[in-house]
């Protein structure tokens, strides 16, 4: 190689040596702290904060949705504070706990403070799949995740634990929920539950340890939860509940009480889940302790014109009865309202209880005297997104300003309820803004109120029917009852309109209007047929709790028609158009516990009908009906034990002027009296034995009512029935039977009372009620229409 050459190769790699050179003695950078991010290529390098100097900036990245001043907000560090090490700890947990964030971390580029976010995902929306035991609308309330919310797993999970809470309380406990989350664009997800929702947990066994005095089957009647069985298919009472749990210790305990057994002491009531998740064991255990009578009993009355004798009637135990705790609280309400009734507004009415031990007898006082004085400051309503608050307001018993009133807040919570408007109807009482005054607040929680109903059935009078209707009880919140029901039947088909309006005007008044096309094929109980067309108007008005009354007109068109070839010339004679004109009215007294399924108390209803304001029918009708409920409860430790005694009357008298038609007098049978066909009973055509009416009936009827020897959850009752029953005043005006050739114009009458006597059965189903009455025994006259079996069924769906 020329000197030339080795000078050239030296040129070139000197700057190389000189560059390495320099490298070698330049200091390392520090390394990069743990936790922070490494910044792009473009940017300065976030590095821990040394602990010193001041916070020049603060300088957001990765925010996308959330405003930069948004996060600056939640540091506890800004602009101008030293780099405290523990205050920015404490910011980056603050801005963890926003929940907003999925990662935050925090770094230092010279005197910047850089906060690096990572957002979390925003829901789309949250969907449900294969869940068949609960449906969308009943799952997605209980959810804390919705659209437009932020995602946090956190959520997700807890959600998940809700919807297996919710199948957990419908008895599914072997259910399972999986979210599946996928994820979006724009940082958005779909959540999704996929759920199992697997088979219903059931009671399999329930036991009872320590009883004596009652066996296992008659304390497992008093608990709601029942074993379960193949015929509950259709009910919820073998699903274990922890809720149900609680409450059957509770009713075990108010049973034993109610016998006598003031010691009694429900020491346990304890589940235990089967290793296979399918079933449930649930055990009590009881300890009686002695069965107590009744002592002494002592009314205290201290206040100003009361005795002790004014208030002996409201007594519902006295001495040497079992002890009952349930008469007791019983005494007391009514104790109440009759002091109330007497026109003081505070009472205060406490049983005071005595035990003897050793003679096992309880001694009771109820001392009466004035309770606090306590007025409604105000009632305030919640939870009623659709009903008015007036529709809910003319319910209550008492107003602002009134004093308070235990009993009138029972009252009232029962009226709303019976409104059918709502599921459920709480009202608490709080203290005012002074020592005497309270505040009542409601909380409602309404339910649907229109019912689109199909129907079927069978009835002995109807045959087999067909029902198909459309009614809202609640018309848009107000509280009008609107309905349009038909029925297509062999022998009574109808269509009927109706809209009630039960507060007219805002005041105590119901109105209502009804449309109505009736029309009936007697088949056999009659020969003819009979199609009714009108309308009526009603106006009804409460004097007080107890007491209403009910006028009405109706004008309809009533037409005979398909008589037969031979029937008694008194129907021939009115086959044919005739238009009736009639004014009604109706008193109820009404003093029975339920309206529904009354088990005590009565009720008498005193009805008039007068028929001549234009139209053919000239005439007036009284009526008297009356019950009387009186509970065996008591004697046989069972709410379905009771007496029915009722009894009827009724008088049409004949006015002149008008013709007097068949169809407007009283029918004896069926309904009325068991044992015979429909207006098979009274009066009749001597020839054709046909049946004619009368113009005074008499009915009275004596029924035992008492549980069959099977599982209650069946629903089954029994009764055992005396009707009795009389159809006179069967006479017609002259002209009312036109003689022919071979035809006579003779009513065959009895005065005689008729009787009928047998059981019956009543099936309540999910399908509807069944009533089978079965009547062997008979008491009748000649030309008597016999009817020992009479069945009906009906259905809405």
């Not at 929702?197 to 939860?225: H, Q």
């Not at 007594?315 to 349930?326: I, P, S, T, V």
Request: charged residues 25%; aromatic residues 10%; contains cysteine.
């Amino acid at each position: 190689m020329t000197i030339r050459a080795v000078r050239f190769v030296a040129a070139c790699l000197m700057p190389l040596l000189v560059i390495g050179a320099a490298a070698a003695q330049a200091p390392t950078p520090p390394a990069r702290p743990a936790g922070v991010h490494a910044a792009p290529a473009a940017h300065a390098r976030p590095v821990a904060a040394p602990t010193g100097g001041g916070i020049q900036s603060i300088k957001v990245e990765g925010s996308q949705r959330i405003e930069d001043g948004t996060i600056k907000s939640y540091l506890l560090v800004q602009p101008g504070d030293a780099f405290d090490p523990d205050r920015i700890d404490r910011s980056l947990k603050t801005l963890y706990a926003t929940g907003l964030f999925q990662d935050v971390r925090l770094g230092r580029v010279g005197d910047t403070l850089v906060v690096r976010v990572v957002e979390n995902p925003i829901v789309n929306r949250v969907a449900f799949e294969n869940n068949h035991k609960l449906d969308d609308n009943q799952l997605r309330p209980a959810m804390q995740l919705r659209p437009r919310a932020v995602f946090t797993p956190a959520l997700a999970e807890a959600d998940r634990q809700k919807i297996l809470d919710l199948y957990a309380k419908r008895g599914y406990y072997d259910a399972t929920v999986e979210p599946k989350i996928i994820h979006l664009d724009q940082n958005r997800v779909d959540v999704v539950f996929q759920i199992n929702d697997g088979s219903a947990t059931l009671i399999s066994k329930i036991v009872v340890n320590g009883n004596k005095a009652f066996t296992e089957d008659r304390l497992t009647e008093v608990i709601s939860s029942r074993e379960s069985r193949w015929w509950r298919f259709l009910s919820t009472a073998d699903q274990y509940d922890p809720e149900r749990l609680a409450y059957d210790r509770e009713l075990l305990r108010r049973f034993y009480l109610k016998n006598g057994y003031a010691d009694i002491d429900i020491t346990s009531a304890s589940s235990e889940l089967s290793p296979d998740r399918k079933g449930f064991f649930l055990s009590f255990t009881v300890n009686e302790g002695a069965r107590y009578k009744v002592g002494k009993v002592t009314i205290n009355a201290q206040l100003r014109n009361l005795t002790s004798s004014d208030l002996q009637s409201s007594l519902q135990l006295h001495e040497g009865d079992w002890y009952d705790g349930d008469a007791v609280g019983r005494t007391a309400d009514m104790m109440e309202e009759a002091v109330h009734n007497r026109g003081y507004a505070f009472v205060s009415v406490k049983p005071r209880a005595t035990r003897n031990a050793e003679k096992h007898t309880i001694d009771l006082a109820f001392d009466v005297g004035e309770g606090p004085r306590v007025y409604v400051e105000r009632i305030n309503i919640v939870g009623n997104v659709r009903t008015e608050d007036k529709v809910i307001r003319r319910e209550f018993r008492l107003a602002e300003g009134d004093p308070y009133s235990a009993e009138e807040i029972r009252r009232t919570k029962t009226r709303l309820t019976d409104l059918g408007y709502f599921q459920n109807v709480d009202i608490a009482t709080t203290p005012g803004s002074a020592a005497d005054k309270a505040i009542l607040n409601t909380t409602i929680s309404e339910k649907a109120t229109g019912e689109l109903s199909f129907g079927g059935g069978y009835s002995t009078d109807a045959g087999a029917l067909i029902d198909v209707g459309l009614a809202e009880k609640n018309l848009i919140g107000t509280g009008v009852n609107a309905s349009i029901n038909g029925t297509l039947a062999q022998r009574d088909s109808s269509i009927n309109t109706s809209v009630t309006d039960p507060y007219f005007l805002d005041r105590n008044l119901v109105a209502g209007v009804d449309a109505f096309l009736v029309q009936t094929d007697y088949e056999g109980t009659e020969p003819y047929d009979e199609k009714r067309v009108g309308f009526a108007l009603r106006l009804g008005y409460a004097f007080n709790e107890h007491l209403r009354q009910t006028w009405s007109y109706s004008l309809v068109n009533r037409d005979v028609y398909n008589v037969e070839v031979g029937a008694s010339p008194f129907i021939l004679n009115e086959a044919g158009t005739t238009l009736l004109s009639q004014v009604s009215q109706v008193v109820t007294l009404d003093y029975r516990d339920s309206k529904v399924q009354p088990h005590s108390g009565y009720v008498v209803e005193v009805g008039t009908d007068y028929a001549g304001l234009g139209g053919d029918a000239r005439f007036l009708r009284g009526n008297v009906n009356a019950a009387y409920y009186i509970p065996l409860e008591r004697e046989f430790g069972n709410p379905d034990w009771g007496i029915k005694l009722a009894g009827s009357t009724g008088y049409m008298a004949l006015l002149s002027g008008g013709r007097e038609e068949i169809i407007d007098r009283f029918f004896l049978g069926g309904d009325n009296l068991r044992g015979f066909e429909t207006g098979g009973a009274g009066p009749h055509d001597a020839s054709t034995d046909d049946p004619l009416g009368g113009r005074f009936i008499w009915t009275q009827t004596t029924e035992l009512h008492f549980p069959l020897p099977v599982s209650p959850d069946l629903g089954l009752t029994g009764r055992a029935f005396v009707d009795v029953g009389a159809l006179t005043e069967s006479s017609f005006r002259p002209g009312a039977c036109t003689v022919s050739a071979g035809v006579s114009c003779t009513v065959e009458a009895s005065d005689a009372p008729r009787l009928g006597a047998g059981v019956g059965i009543s099936w309540k189903t999910a399908f509807g009620l069944i009533n089978v009455d079965l009547a062997p025994f008979v008491l009748k006259q000649p030309g008597d229409q016999t009817q020992i079996f009479r069945f009906g069924f009906g259905t809405r769906f």
